[in-house]
């Protein structure tokens, strides 16, 4: 099993930068892809980026493409996500995920940290 930690988040003007973190732990070898995800109060979660743990591939959603960086540490069994110029929408709870396989869905969380943008 994998248990994941984030941490990194807190609040911020609109404009500004954070960088989340994501510590993996456990069995990390049989991660297949990690992704950050949001919710943001009465909203579904949603998908913001994810990559392979194993090789560079990245996606992004389309509303933070740009923004957004997604990067990782497999050596520290770390994932991390750089976020520029922050807007207000942005604010939520910020999840990291894990998958097993390309079959099978984002089904392990953390525990989430929060983001907040001010205008």
């Known amino acids: 099993q994998v248990n994941l930690v984030e941490s990194g988040g807190g609040s911020v003007q609109a404009g500004g930068s954070l960088r989340l973190s994501c510590a993996a732990s456990?069995?990390?070898?049989?991660?297949?892809?990690m992704g950050w995800f949001r919710q943001a109060p009465g909203k579904e979660r949603e998908f913001v980026a994810a990559?392979?743990?194993?090789?560079?591939?990245?996606s992004y959603a389309d509303s933070v493409k740009g923004r957004f960086t997604i990067s990782k540490d497999n050596a520290k069994n770390m994932l991390y996500l750089d976020m520029n110029n922050l807007k207000s929408e942005d604010t939520a709870v910020y999840y990291c995920?894990?998958?097993?396989?390309?079959?099978?869905?984002?089904?392990?969380w953390g525990q989430g940290t929060q983001v907040t943008v001010s205008s």
């Open positions: 990559t392979m743990w194993v090789g560079r591939h990245t």
């Open positions: 456990g069995r990390t070898f049989s991660i297949y892809a």
């Open positions: 995920a894990n998958r097993f396989s390309s079959g099978t869905p984002y089904g392990n």
